[in-house]
């Protein structure tokens, strides 16, 4: 495998990536706007970007940076946004990959392309048709479609990855916030609640990249990736530090905490839900082999 080009190489999934890519023995070369040492400091992922001088015998390109999920977006145009940052600036990109060479291009993308939700025993496969829920699955949505077309166009091999929530050692969002308030010794209040979520640790994540830029069977294909089992809200629960409880408190605990906490429908319907993913296209064609929930490192 020839030099790999990371972009958004020092957030959470694009540190442990680079540092895998090493220990590896796999030259990287990782950008980001934010100056760190070893990594080259980009002005803008934006049109402005003259990427030519960066992809000078690069064989492939693994897209991380983007505009992310945002609970409570204060932009007045939040599509534009999302729009301008994960659409316009990786087809950008891609294009400039596909005028000096570059052979492959990964982007990593979301598992909400596909929806907010699944069906018991009905997980989301790669082949299903997109439904994407909200500006930022959207803009993700219309990235995934563009690349696939300059692929098209130029012969540029497109790799597709829709990750669900990622979580591991040093991880922030909902999950470290989880953490938090385990430190209180709060019970648990979803013990009674037997839903299956998808989730997918940082290394299974980035082994899967690894695969996908690599691969022969990954070119052009979408890949649905996932640690190998689901859990339940409770079990993320608990492993962020919450106490376990009987049934009577998580019931009495589910009556006053969620009001108290008023909670929007949407996030009640996403802790409650079912959200699970299908990865066996993922482990036939890429011969990835994810390992399980890591309930010591949620």
């Given at each position: 495998m020839g030099t790999t080009l990371v972009t958004g190489a020092s957030g959470f999934v694009g540190t442990f990536l680079m540092e895998e890519m090493k220990r590896r023995n796999l030259p990287v070369i990782g950008v980001t706007r934010s100056a760190k040492p070893e990594l080259l400091t980009i002005p803008t992922y934006g049109k402005a970007m003259e990427w030519g001088p960066l992809l000078n015998d690069v064989d492939t390109v693994v897209h991380?940076?983007?505009?992310?999920?945002?609970m409570k977006d204060r932009e007045q145009n939040p599509l534009q946004e999302f729009r301008q940052a994960n659409v316009e600036a990786t087809l950008h990109l891609a294009r400039a990959?596909?005028?000096h060479g570059v052979r492959r291009m990964v982007f990593v993308s979301t598992i909400k392309v596909n929806g907010e939700f699944t069906q018991p025993g009905h997980p989301f496969k790669a082949e299903d048709d997109p439904m994407p829920n909200g500006p930022y699955a959207q803009s993700k949505a219309e990235a995934e479609a563009g690349l696939l077309q300059i692929g098209r166009e130029t012969g540029l091999e497109v790799v597709i990855l829709r990750p669900p929530l990622v979580y591991g050692p040093g991880h922030k969002g909902n999950l470290a916030t989880l953490a938090?308030?385990?430190?209180?010794?709060?019970?648990?209040?979803?013990?009674?609640?037997?839903?299956?979520?998808?989730?997918?640790?940082?290394s299974n994540l980035c082994s899967a990249i690894i695969a996908a830029c690599k691969h022969p069977n990954?070119?052009?294909?979408?890949?649905?990736?996932?640690?190998?089992?689901?859990?339940?809200?409770?079990?993320i629960f608990?492993?962020?530090g919450w106490r376990k409880s009987s049934r009577l408190s998580d019931a009495i605990f589910q009556r006053t905490l969620l009001p108290l906490l008023k909670l929007k429908k949407s996030t009640r319907e996403r802790l409650l839900s079912?959200?699970?993913?299908?990865?066996?296209?993922?482990?036939?064609?890429?011969?990835?082999?994810?390992?399980?929930?890591?309930?010591?490192?949620a």
């Open positions: 991380l940076a983007a505009r992310v999920h945002v990959a596909a005028r938090d308030w385990a430190k209180f010794g709060f019970p648990s209040p979803f013990g009674a609640v037997q839903n299956r979520r998808s989730l997918v640790h940082v990954a070119a052009n294909q979408v890949f649905l990736i996932a640690d190998s089992s689901s859990v339940s809200t409770h079990d608990l492993a962020s079912d959200l699970e993913v299908d990865t066996e296209k993922a482990k036939f064609l890429l011969e990835w082999t994810p390992s399980p929930f890591m309930s010591e490192k």
